[in-house]
């Protein structure tokens, strides 16, 4: 298996632009989680799915954030409309019933300008 | 809502020597685990400790789940430049599925 596989690995957009990061997790693996990484604010866990139905979003930081899980390996991540505080490495990360370890993707590093 | 704290937040050592990094959290965990990060990658995966008082050992790492499961440790043994990164603890509370991630504490090996 690839792992865990995000894209685009880096993304430079201009305030006020939609972004979308996408994310394909590890086949079978049922939860799926989108992680913030920041340097003052550290790993934010944003929102997590279970069987593709979003469980848990109270990270999610406002209403220009959206995550959707259209199915069992795909998932995405929008801001719309982008700003400067958004710029930190997006990472997603999925695992097999929610005890054991989660893998990550590569990350995908957005700069906002 | 939960927080997990690490400490300490940098350390530098001399290759050989040993290192600890501590995690509490604010609330009782059902387990803990453990993740490192090199630099410019992404968390991997090391370790769960799930039952209180739990110690784990792999290769020159020890961890430990304290005996109240707020607390745990990661003690390496004669560290190697190998062992440089970023280490985080993520501890999950009873009734959810989501883990915190702790602060993280950024190690480097000086040769």
């Known amino acids: 298996d690839a792992g865990v596989i995000q894209s685009p690995r880096h993304e430079v957009t201009e305030m006020g632009q939609e972004v979308t990061l996408r994310c394909k997790p590890i086949?079978?693996?049922?939860?799926l989680f989108w992680y913030r990484q920041t340097m003052m604010r550290g790993l934010e866990l944003l929102i997590y799915?279970?069987?593709?139905?979003?469980?848990?979003d109270s990270g999610m930081p406002e209403d220009r954030f959206s995550a959707k899980m259209p199915n069992a390996s795909f998932s995405t991540l929008k801001i719309q409309p982008s700003e400067p505080r958004d710029s930190a490495v997006y990472f997603c990360?999925?695992?097999?019933?929610?005890?054991?370890?989660?893998?990550f993707g590569q990350g995908t590093r957005l700069t906002v300008v | 809502g939960q927080q997990v704290m690490q400490i300490p937040q940098y350390q530098h050592v001399q290759e050989g020597e040993d290192f600890t990094t501590y995690c509490n959290s604010s609330?009782?965990?059902?387990?803990i685990q453990w993740y490192k990060q090199r630099p410019g990658g992404h968390p991997v995966f090391l370790i769960q400790?799930?039952?209180?008082?739990e110690v784990k050992k792999q290769k020159r790492l020890t961890f430990q789940f304290g005996e109240a499961k707020k607390n745990s440790s990661l003690h390496i043994t004669a560290t190697q430049t190998t062992d440089v990164g970023t280490y985080f603890c993520?501890?999950?509370?009873?009734?959810?599925?989501?883990?915190?991630f702790g602060t993280g504490t950024r190690l480097k090996v000086l040769a």
């Open positions: 086949s079978g693996h049922d939860y």
């Open positions: 400790l799930v039952k209180s008082g």
């Open positions: 990360a999925s695992s097999f019933l929610s005890q054991i370890e989660a893998f």
């Open positions: 799915f279970n069987n593709n139905v979003p469980i848990d």
């Open positions: 993520a501890g999950r509370g009873s009734g959810t599925y989501k883990y915190i």
């Open positions: 609330t009782t965990l059902s387990n």
